[in-house]
């Protein structure tokens, strides 16, 4: 295994999107940021300058980091933010990680451009456990305000109402042909008849899953958050924020009565952007090589709709696993220690001040438990090492405070205030854990995308409606889950994960999409490492 080194100079640079010139933040002058390549058990060492105006942090997403929650990144929960004319080195260390993950910040709004890609090959003389592909793409789905972001931020943030929509997502940084001031700058992916090419996609949007499709031709799934899966083949493919998926596309077309030119498109799901949904598609184009064009236009794939819930479980729920002889789904619980249930919901709070500009006067918030979690003050990890009275509570509810039907249409209206507090959840170590994640319908059922710091998890179980502990862990697959760092909870449904708590550290477990996780959709997990003290595994 190797160690990489790289520098990260965080910036403003302008960009130029729908016609509008603006300042963004941007890694080494780069939207998306820069791809980084490494191979299985390397580790990279990543110095990050912050030349810009605001704070920064940088997380690791995908990346478990053995006893190294130190490099984390999240503000507040394992480390200060880097300040203006700061710079902090991290160690990426990739222990079992083979396929896509990512990177980004980790501090208020600023992921909305700082984010970028890391390939993760098999180690030196291992393979792909798929035919090796004639070329790879890295394809990172975004989002573009016209308006400075941080203004949108703060916008939401006084007025306690919803945030601003933004104006278009993006594939690889450009929202494509059917957007003003766009069409030359349209991602094209050049393939040779008959070839087959890996996708690595990344949803580094801050809204919304996406579907994803390519006319005419169909993907394959090979991998996902950095885990091979059993190959998966659909029309269409839906990306939640936070989530990857490694896919397989065979330029199997015959080119001649399109032109060889197809449309890769993007749309949201969930989340409606506009009313009018041809104007929130991005696109790239997939062009055959030599010789497409010839005048011809591409052509569009169909999407599923933006509030099918069907469609949306059906891709994601049909991966599994790909568990073999050489690989073991390591850590996987047949039988759990502690089973926590979570609720995930929208909520909304009393307003400080006369006016706030959420549903009926209140301010909007979100919560796991019906706690809507709040920054500490100094960090978690460190108040927790320094043995610091920090001021976080460790009394995170392993149950919903109350029992009512989650998913009904009706809610009562007492449960859509939350407390606002500081608690995380600490266990020992080695403990077999299933969390249960349940959606809830209060304000508005939506899909939420989970995700763990430190830890792969198994997707053992989900389902529509409230989680029965009698009847619905009879229906878990425990044979081949597949292993991710992000699950979507279905709307108005549930889902089960099983891990081993065998990596010590402070992790921060939150919703990816970054409006719920500013309301406090969030919770850190603290695995405790036995009586001794932790040791710093990797050096600086
Ligand atoms: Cu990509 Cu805390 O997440
Ligand atoms: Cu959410």
Request: hydrophobic share 35%; with cysteine.
């Amino acid at each position: 295994s190797k160690t990489h080194r790289h520098v990260f100079v965080v910036e403003d640079a302008p960009y130029t999107r729908l016609c509008k010139t603006k300042s963004i933040l941007a890694v080494n002058g780069q939207f998306p940021g820069p791809t980084l390549y490494a191979r299985r058990g390397d580790t990279m060492k990543v110095k990050v300058h912050n030349r810009a105006k605001d704070n920064i942090t940088i997380h690791w997403h995908g990346v478990k980091q053995p006893r190294n929650p130190w490099s984390d990144g999240p503000e507040y929960i394992t480390q200060c933010p880097i300040q203006p004319g700061d710079s902090f080195t991290y160690a990426v260390v990739l222990s079992t990680e083979e396929g896509t993950v990512w990177w980004h910040a980790h501090n208020d709004f600023a992921r909305a451009t700082v984010h970028g890609t890391i390939v993760v090959y098999p180690p030196r003389g291992s393979r792909y456990p798929f035919p090796r592909p004639f070329k790879e793409f890295v394809i990172v789905l975004g989002e573009w305000w016209v308006e400075d972001v941080n203004v949108v931020l703060k916008r939401a943030v006084e007025s306690g109402g919803d945030f601003n929509k933004s104006d278009a997502y993006t594939i690889n940084g450009q929202p494509g042909d059917f957007f003003p001031c766009s069409s030359n700058e349209t991602f094209r992916l050049a393939v040779e008849r008959g070839k087959t090419y890996l996708l690595r996609v990344v949803n580094a949007a801050m809204s919304a899953g996406l579907f994803l499709s390519v006319a005419h031709h169909r993907l394959t799934v090979v991998g996902s958050d950095g885990a091979y899966t059993k190959p998966y083949t659909s029309d269409y493919a839906l990306v939640f924020p936070g989530e990857t998926m490694d896919m397989l596309l065979t330029a199997d077309q015959n080119p001649n009565p399109t032109g060889g030119l197809y449309y890769m498109a993007a749309r949201a799901f969930d989340f409606l952007n506009t009313s009018n949904i041809d104007n929130i598609t991005a696109t790239a184009v997939v062009a055959y090589l030599p010789g497409s064009g010839g005048g011809g236009r591409p052509l569009l794939p169909p999407l599923p709709y933006y509030n099918d819930s069907n469609a949306a479980t059906r891709f994601s729920f049909s991966l599994r696993g790909l568990w073999d002889k050489e690989r073991r789904p390591v850590g996987l619980p047949n039988m759990f220690d502690e089973r926590i249930v979570m609720t995930v919901s929208i909520n909304e709070l009393p307003c400080r001040h006369s006016s706030c500009a959420g549903p009926n006067g209140t301010r909007l918030a979100a919560s796991l438990n019906n706690i809507s979690f709040a920054n500490p003050s100094i960090n978690i990890l460190e108040a927790y090492c320094r043995c610091v009275r920090g001021d976080y509570g460790v009394n995170f509810p392993t149950m919903p405070p109350y029992y009512f039907n989650f998913t009904a249409d009706d809610q009562p209206q007492n449960l859509l205030w939350t407390r606002r507090a500081t608690e995380v959840k600490a266990v020992e170590y080695g403990r077999k854990l299933e969390v249960v994640f349940q959606g809830t319908s209060l304000v508005q059922g939506e899909s939420h995308p989970m995700h763990l710091h430190g830890y792969s998890f198994y997707v053992v179980g989900w389902g529509f409606g409230n989680f029965d502990k009698w009847r619905d862990p009879l229906g878990y697959n425990l044979k081949d889950p597949p292993f991710k760092n992000t699950v979507g909870v279905p709307r108005n449904g549930w889902v089960a994960i099983r891990f081993t708590a065998n990596n010590p550290g402070v992790w921060y477990l939150h919703c990816h999409l970054e409006r719920h996780l500013i309301w406090g959709m969030d919770t850190v997990l603290i695995v405790k490492d036995g009586p001794s003290p932790w040791v710093q595994f990797v050096s600086y």
